[in-house]
């Protein structure tokens, strides 16, 4: 089974300065995706961004960028000149195909708190 | 994107009682899935809720304790039945977009059983 590891519950970042969230994930399949995904107090969960697992490349997202390191089953979040706005849970997810649908599963969460 | 909405957004209800959880969503979408979410943890997947298919449950939720309807592709119903106050958390429901390749969430109903 899939499974999916944030091993930061909390973490703090000077506004301007950049920030990195770990996650880790285990699984036997090849074909698959990476996502981040923001959860601010208001509790409505969005996207942050997205990585497939077939494609080399790091995704970047505006001051949102990732290290997909697929051999060591590593998804990192790395957020550039942090804004106050972007003080929320952040959680990493699987996603896989299975039995003719998607399937998701998301880590545990790391808190992201900006200081003035 | 796709925009949903749930209904209601918060409710107190008492042990023993049941809650039906509305989840409406703007376009047409074949996949929609149930979360519980308990405050400042994370989503749990109760029920896939794909139409044209049964609702397939994951490990520890039952259909007699979470009925669930899908009548159609912008609609579903999610029903907490015989609640006890460990049910006291917030439900979400989530669609995926194949145009988008996307999932979306709907803002949440935040349950408390006294």
């Known amino acids: 089974a899939q499974t999916v590891t944030q091993s930061q519950p909390e973490m703090s970042v000077q506004e301007a300065e950049t920030v990195t969230l770990s996650c880790t994930y285990d699984?036997?399949?090849?074909?698959?995706?990476l996502f981040w995904y923001k959860q601010p107090p208001s509790r409505q969960m969005i996207l942050v961004i997205r990585?497939?697992?077939?494609?080399?490349q790091n995704a970047t997202e505006n001051r949102f960028s990732v290290n997909f390191q697929k051999a060591a089953k590593s998804f990192s979040l790395k957020i550039s000149d942090s804004q106050l706005g972007d003080a929320a849970m952040y959680f990493c997810?699987?996603?896989?195909?299975?039995?003719?649908?998607?399937?998701?599963?998301f880590g545990t969460g790391t808190r992201l708190k900006v200081l003035a | 994107s796709a925009v949903i909405s749930q209904k209601p957004s918060r409710d107190i209800c008492q042990r023993g009682t049941s809650l039906t959880i509305q989840c409406q969503v703007d376009?047409?979408?074949?996949?929609m899935f149930w979360y519980r979410q308990q405050p400042g943890q994370s989503l749990t997947l109760i029920a896939t809720?794909?139409?044209?298919?049964?609702?397939?449950?994951e490990s520890g939720f039952v259909i007699d304790k979470f009925p669930i309807s899908r009548p159609n592709l912008t609609f579903s119903t999610l029903t907490v039945s015989n609640m006890s106050p460990e049910d006291s958390s917030i439900y979400l429901c989530?669609?995926?977009?194949?145009?988008?390749?996307?999932?979306?969430f709907g803002p949440g109903t935040r349950l408390t059983v006294l």
């Open positions: 989530s669609v995926v977009t194949v145009a988008y390749n996307e999932q979306f």
């Open positions: 699984t036997s399949e090849s074909d698959y995706y």
């Open positions: 990585q497939e697992a077939y494609k080399q």
């Open positions: 997810a699987y996603r896989s195909w299975t039995s003719g649908t998607y399937k998701y599963i």
């Open positions: 376009s047409q979408v074949t996949m």
């Open positions: 809720a794909n139409q044209g298919s049964e609702a397939t449950y």
